[in-house]
């Protein structure tokens, strides 16, 4: 099992709508949970960060946390083509590693 | 502010030869990461310095070292090199420790191994 797990994708949404990418972890005792986009040939780009459980909202990114079931997600509400790029999901222990999910590569459609 | 600065872009070698990386932080940043990132796949974590110190290593052989400076700038280098160490390597900095990084990344250098 792999320590951080994403949706394989691809992930395709017509524009306005709301694109939902979704990460599972292993690890009970991590801490902070990141969003990164990269656009093609791009390096990452930190996008959103949660640390507690519930919900953080920042413009059209809403990211969501629940430790009991390990998992976080990322909604992108009235998706934009400029969106489409490769999500990735990071998971931070106390070890300061970021462990990083394969990501899900999202297509928003004019 | 100037970002995390990664040198050369691009850097061609043969099987054998030995590569060296480096990476600049952005200012105030004493942590530097690096990672592998092969063709299609996700981010393979490789090290992390911190104050000049090795804090962390990723499942990587040895012949993957490096080092930081005390500029908090740093070098990855790459002995013996394999056809399979071909990727992008990313370096990373952050200002935050204990569970909280945020990672701030460079544009890269791509290896290309012959």
């Known amino acids: 099992q792999k320590e951080v797990e994403q949706n394989s994708g691809p992930l395709s949404v017509p524009e306005g709508a709301i694109a939902s990418l979704n990460c599972t972890y292993s690890?009970?005792?991590?801490?902070?949970f990141f969003w990164y986009r990269q656009y093609s040939g791009k390096s990452p780009e930190l996008i959103m960060f949660i640390y507690s459980n519930g919900d953080k909202e920042d413009g059209r990114f809403t990211a969501q946390l629940n430790k009991a079931s390990q998992y976080v997600s990322l909604l992108i509400r009235d998706s934009q083509p400029s969106d489409s790029a490769t999500y990735l999901c990071a998971v931070n222990t106390n070890a300061g590693k970021s462990t990083f999910g394969d990501g899900t590569t999202l297509t928003v459609k004019p | 502010e100037a970002g995390v600065t990664q040198s050369p872009t691009h850097l061609i070698k043969t099987r054998g030869q030995q590569a060296t990386l480096r990476c600049s932080p952005i200012?105030?940043?004493?942590?530097v990461y690096w990672y592998q990132q092969a063709l299609g796949l996700g981010l393979q974590f490789l090290l992390w310095y911190d104050e000049g110190e090795e804090r962390n290593r990723g499942n990587f052989p040895p012949r993957f070292s490096g080092r930081q400076f005390p500029n908090y700038s740093s070098e990855l280098n790459v002995n013996a090199l394999e056809l399979e160490d071909s990727a992008l390597y990313l370096c990373?900095?952050?200002?935050?420790?204990?569970?909280?990084?945020?990672?701030?990344f460079g544009s890269g250098t791509q290896l290309s191994v012959l």
């Open positions: 690890d009970r005792g991590s801490q902070s």
């Open positions: 200012s105030g940043h004493t942590s």
């Open positions: 990373a900095s952050s200002y935050q420790q204990g569970g909280n990084e945020k990672l701030f």
